[in-house]
């Protein structure tokens, strides 16, 4: 794996909910607030992840220009990331 690879994986799993956000979105298209009820976490942070993610490549928004129901999904890139990811759970 390369080493760009290897950064934006480690940036993935440093966070709990990045890691997650990933894994739930996976090779579907997901809303925001899908995503928030599924890794239990507010909507506004669900948005700063996810454009963490979308900064990163990680990630990209299909409807960009929607107020509401805008529907995100993995690059190419981010499908990469997601084959060495696991789910990771409060302790």
């Known amino acids: 794996m390369e080493q760009e690879k290897i950064d934006k994986l480690g ?17 579907d298209m ?4 899908e995503i928030a009820y599924s890794v239990d976490l507010s909507s506004k942070n669900v ?5 963490e993610l979308k900064d990163k490549k990680l990630i ?3 409807n960009e220009s929607a107020k509401l129901g805008r529907l995100y ?13 696991e ?3 409060k302790k």
């Open 11 to 27: 940036f993935v799993r440093s966070s709990r909910y990045r890691n997650n956000i990933l894994i739930y979105v996976g090779k």
């Open 30 to 33: 997901r809303r925001p607030s």
């Open 47 to 51: 948005s700063r992840y996810l454009k």
């Open 60 to 62: 990209v928004c299909l």
């Open 73 to 85: 999904k993995l690059t190419d890139e981010g499908k990469e990331i997601l084959e060495c990811l």
């Open 87 to 89: 789910p990771i759970t």
